[in-house]
């Protein structure tokens, strides 16, 4: 079993930053985040594995960086030049090899 515990979201302006967090209960070799918007299938936003290897994206490179702790098994997400069409709920997601886990969601809201 592994819970997620998602902080970070918020309201931010346009152009802003915005830094979200994800704690897991245990280490997972690969975790990410993704997004979903009102009337949007949930979406790809960026993963990395244990290793730090990494894939984004490409309405996100450049802008947003995945990172992780494995000391503390926390995977995080720097977004940086938001644009208001990053507002969504972005979920923290632990990859194993036949399952997923999912955080609750934080809301995400870029204002123009």
């Known amino acids: 079993q592994v819970q997620l515990v998602e902080s970070g979201g918020g309201l931010v302006q346009a152009g802003g930053s915005l830094r979200l967090s994800c704690a897991a209960s245990?280490?997972?070799?690969?975790m990410g985040w993704y997004r979903q918007a009102p009337g949007k299938q949930r979406e790809l936003v960026a993963t990395?594995?244990?290793?730090?290897?990494?894939n984004y994206a490409d309405s996100v490179k450049g802008r947003f960086t995945i990172d992780r702790d494995n000391a503390v098994n926390t995977v995080y997400l720097q977004m940086n030049s938001l644009k208001p069409e990053d507002t969504a709920v972005y979920y923290c997601?632990?990859?194993?090899?036949?399952?997923?886990?999912w955080g609750q969601g934080t809301q995400v809201t870029v204002s123009s």
């Open positions: 990395i594995t244990v290793g730090g290897s990494t």
């Open positions: 245990r280490s997972i070799s690969v």
């Open positions: 997601n632990a990859r194993l090899p036949y399952r997923e886990y």
